[in-house]
């Protein structure tokens, strides 16, 4: 663990705070490694710690009777993980596992509370945040049941690359089959069509983006929805509104 000084900052949220405020959280973060496939947070038990993702990203994923399970959300830089505690909830139902390891900002949940109490403008980024991961949830659950799989396959393959550094993202179609609560053939016929048409290329396990711009026009709507709802709720505090 390192001091975190302010100009160290890489999480987009936590940069965006007036810097007065983001000074006085700086002696109670601690820089941590997210290794892959680490749970952040398991349903339905006590969330100790929020985490603000520097590099790499965790999915939200919901567990149904059956065992099957889906991802729901996505979190990177742009967020945090544990929105729960700024709703004043102790738990989530979702599991938060990380899918591309890196580095996140750790702060205690109950330093937290007591801060978003306490600074009225973390309160109101915080409660604008969660609005906004909202959002994504209910346009990835819109998503999947409306979209086809190739336009989805696109989607996520998309907001993957958006929270990572390079366009190599390593995934088997057993992984994404999961994620978009898909039979494994689905996910093969899909990808097929994508690397056919020269936007990406997967080979022993990865895939890497070849052409975003035509993976962009392949893909369904939801993520610009997404992203023009995180401008409109976030922007103007980012910018000293």
């Known amino acids: 663990m390192d001091v975190v000084e302010q100009s160290s900052i890489r999480n987009e949220l936590m940069a965006s705070l007036p810097p007065d405020i983001l000074n006085s959280l700086l002696p109670y973060f601690r820089r941590i490694e997210l290794p892959f496939r680490a749970t952040l947070h398991t349903p339905n038990e006590p969330i100790t710690a929020v985490l603000f993702p520097e590099f790499g990203y965790a999915s ?10 889906a991802e729901v959300g996505m979190i990177g830089r ?5 929105v729960s505690v700024v709703l004043e909830a102790d738990s989530s139902p979702l599991e938060a596992v990380v899918q591309a ?8 949940a109950d330093v937290f509370q007591q801060a978003l109490t306490e600074k009225p403008p973390l309160r109101k980024l915080m409660l604008r945040y969660a609005m906004a991961f909202h959002m994504q949830v209910t346009m990835t659950a819109a998503c999947n049941g409306r979209h086809l799989l190739e336009q989805r396959l696109a989607r996520w393959l998309l907001e993957a690359h ?4 390079g366009d190599e993202l390593p995934m088997t179609h057993e992984f994404l089959a999961t994620m978009l609560g898909v039979r494994r053939a ?10 056919k048409a020269g936007f990406i290329r997967y080979e022993q396990g990865k895939i890497r983006l070849i052409d975003r711009r035509g993976l962009e026009a392949a893909a369904c709507e ?16 980012a910018s000293g509104a």
């Open 78 to 82: 742009e967020g945090m993980v544990g």
């Open 222 to 237: 939801c993520r610009t929805v997404v992203k023009r709802e995180f401008a409109r709720l976030l922007g103007p505090i």
């Open 60 to 69: 939200m994923l919901a567990t149904l009777e059956d065992g099957d399970v």
């Open 162 to 165: 958006d929270r990572i550094d």
């Open 101 to 108: 390891e890196g580095i996140a900002l750790r702060l205690d």
């Open 186 to 195: 689905g996910i093969t016929v899909a990808a097929g069509a994508l690397q």
